[in-house]
DNA sequence: TAACAATATACTCCTTGCGGTATATGCCAT
DNA sequence: ATGGCATATACCGCAAGGAGTATATTGTTA
């Protein structure tokens, strides 16, 4: 059942980070790993966890990978996304995410392609 | 986190049919069983689950178990609860076990406490 | 009190998942 | 081609989860 596969990739922690993240736009590896502050292999990992399940989409760019929600979610992942966007509201950790993206915003529209050539390292 | 609790508890087939028919109403084990025609160590086990999460509550009647969602379920977790019925109006199996369930309706209304006395067992 | 019905738990086997370390891959610049 | 950066994968250890079999528990009835 396609719902029981979108709650597996709901059901972790830092699935859930990334998840509501793309939800504001596309992404690439090392801002999910400024924002979530946690090791690039454990972000990639979940982020291929998603992926080999079809709940994101990623695309090259040279050296970063932007990873994106489906072009065209099903029903039910599109239900679900919007039901976790709105939990998401009442939840200090997520909406600590949220911040740290808003920081990175200027970044992101300087520098090419997604801002990614003036991270830090972590 | 609340919510990663709660999709722990979705992440599972048996447990999502369990918790879409308690969204009609309470239930005993053997009525779920009737339903799923799942063994009932199954049934029993996934009840236990959600029980030990508090996405239900139980209540004894004579030999049986009521199970039933919280009274006062959380916000997230009402969230999570319609849209799974959002998402279950499409799914032939959810639609299915809602079938078997009007069709106890009958047997549950006429014997006490909860129509389980009339059950064959599986 | 003994038998029975409904449900729960213990135990075992097997698979999946998560985190970490180390290493590989792919792209770019020199 | 070489080195560096961003990202992915392989491998390991461990914990959790799911299914099945057997058995225990709790309440009812005779």
Redesign the interface.
């Given at each position: 059942?396609e719902?029981?596969k979108i709650?597996?990739c709901?059901?972790?922690?830092t699935r859930?980070r990334l998840l509501h993240l793309l939800s504001q736009g596309p992404l690439c590896v090392c801002h999910f790993q400024e924002i979530l502050r946690e090791p690039q292999v454990k972000i990639s990992k979940h982020l291929a966890y998603l992926r080999e399940r079809e709940l994101v989409q990623c695309e090259r760019q040279a050296n970063w990978m932007i990873y994106a929600l489906p072009a065209k979610p099903s029903?039910?992942l599109a239900?679900?996304l919007?039901?976790?966007q709105?939990?998401a509201q009442?939840?200090a950790?997520f909406q600590r995410d949220l911040a740290r993206l808003k920081k990175l915003a200027p970044k992101m529209a300087e520098s090419s392609p997604c801002g990614c050539a003036t991270t830090t390292r972590g």
């Amino acid at each position: 059942m396609e719902l029981v596969k979108i709650y597996q990739c709901l059901c972790d922690r830092t699935r859930l980070r990334l998840l509501h993240l793309l939800s504001q736009g596309p992404l690439c590896v090392c801002h999910f790993q400024e924002i979530l502050r946690e090791p690039q292999v454990k972000i990639s990992k979940h982020l291929a966890y998603l992926r080999e399940r079809e709940l994101v989409q990623c695309e090259r760019q040279a050296n970063w990978m932007i990873y994106a929600l489906p072009a065209k979610p099903s029903r039910e992942l599109a239900a679900n996304l919007a039901c976790l966007q709105d939990c998401a509201q009442e939840d200090a950790s997520f909406q600590r995410d949220l911040a740290r993206l808003k920081k990175l915003a200027p970044k992101m529209a300087e520098s090419s392609p997604c801002g990614c050539a003036t991270t830090t390292r972590g």
